[in-house]
């Protein structure tokens, strides 16, 4: 499956860039998949989130993404960056929830 059309994927389910732990030595996971097949920038989370986590982040990362009005797919790592450093400040979220999502690729 080719996907280098697309520029970006945002996958907010649980676990989307963690492997299988009966197969330990295999690196896929859904979000590498998608890198794989083409998709240039990738940001899934390594361990279970909450619904609440996943709308503030993303209500933050999409706004630092396309704060000038234009999508671009080369601003995801930093736009997540900033989105991440936003949760940091509220002490009350458990640390495990500020840095649950990780980026890969360009």
Known sequence: MDLSLHQSA?????????GDF???????????G???????????TLWKVTDSTVQR???AFYKNLCGDGK????????ALHQAVHSLARDKEMPLDQRIVFMHIGA
């Open 34 to 44: 998608l890198q794989f097949a083409g998709v240039k920038s990738v940001i899934g």
């Open 71 to 78: 999508m671009n797919s080369k601003r995801a790592a930093q």
């Open 22 to 32: 009966a197969t330990p030595d295999e690196v896929i996971h859904l979000a590498a």
């Open 10 to 18: 945002f996958l907010s389910a649980c676990e989307t860039a963690v």
């Open 57 to 59: 982040l993303v209500e």
